[in-house]
């Protein structure tokens, strides 16, 4: 059974950088792409970005100038970085895998949630 | 981007009913649409995938359907456990994007 877990500082100061990891068990990293969503309390889902352990990635064009996503196959890890962090980055932080297939993609696995708080 | 709309926000019924939630896309995205459900304090579930196929496990009372730009997600008998939200989300090009949420609440 495949599960993921973030983790990671739960306060980061604004201005800062914000570093999530996302530890994958029960299969390989390197065979699917994964993607970060992040969900305000009380808001809806939205997606950052996704990567594939190849190095290929893909940013929301919002978040683009800020976010950097890579994986660690030797450590069956994902990280996400958010620069330049304000109040409206505090959320809950999911990973997800991405399943591709014919008629596009859909996340089957996601790790439990991290809430990131960011404050002075 | 593309927009996700979901109708209604918010939805009281009762166990037993039979519910249907509408999510419409800003243009066509094909059948590359999925539904996922929200418990409170609880990471996204996976139900439906591609528009109308049931994810493993899902109990067979979820079904979705629509293609291009409308899509539907049906409960047939509603259970105590399906209360919670639901999202739908697009897939046919990035950034992928979710409907604002359907909350399921009991009457």
């Known amino acids: 059974q495949v599960q993921l877990q973030e983790s990671g500082p739960g306060l980061v100061k604004p201005s800062e950088t914000l570093s999530l990891t996302c530890t994958v068990s029960g299969g390989s990293i390197s065979s699917y792409y994964w993607s970060w969503i992040r969900q305000p309390a009380g808001k809806g889902l939205e997606w950052i970005g996704r990567i594939h352990p190849s190095g290929s990635t893909n940013y929301k064009p919002s978040l683009k100038s800020r976010v950097t996503m890579s994986g660690d196959t030797s450590k069956n890890q994902l990280s996400l970085k958010l620069s330049s962090v304000t109040a409206a980055d505090t959320a809950v932080y999911y990973c997800?895998?991405?399943?591709?297939?014919?008629?596009?993609?859909?996340?089957?696995?996601w790790g439990q949630g991290m809430l990131v708080t960011v404050s002075s | 981007d593309i927009q996700m709309t979901q109708s209604p926000s918010s939805l009281s019924a009762s166990v037993g009913d039979r519910v249907t939630i509408t999510c419409r896309a800003s243009q066509s995205i094909s059948s590359y649409l999925n539904w996922y459900q929200q418990k409170p304090g609880k990471a996204p579930k996976l139900l439906i995938y591609a528009a109308s196929s049931l994810q493993s496990g899902v109990p067979s009372r979820f079904s979705g359907s629509g293609a291009g730009t409308d899509f539907t997600l049906t409960i047939s008998s509603l259970q105590p456990e399906d209360f919670a939200t639901y999202y739908c989300?697009?897939?046919?090009?990035?950034?992928?994007?979710f409907g604002q949420g359907t909350k399921l609440e009991i009457k």
């Open positions: 989300q697009q897939t046919y090009s990035t950034p992928l994007t």
């Open positions: 997800a895998r991405n399943r591709m297939g014919p008629s596009g993609e859909y996340f089957d696995y």
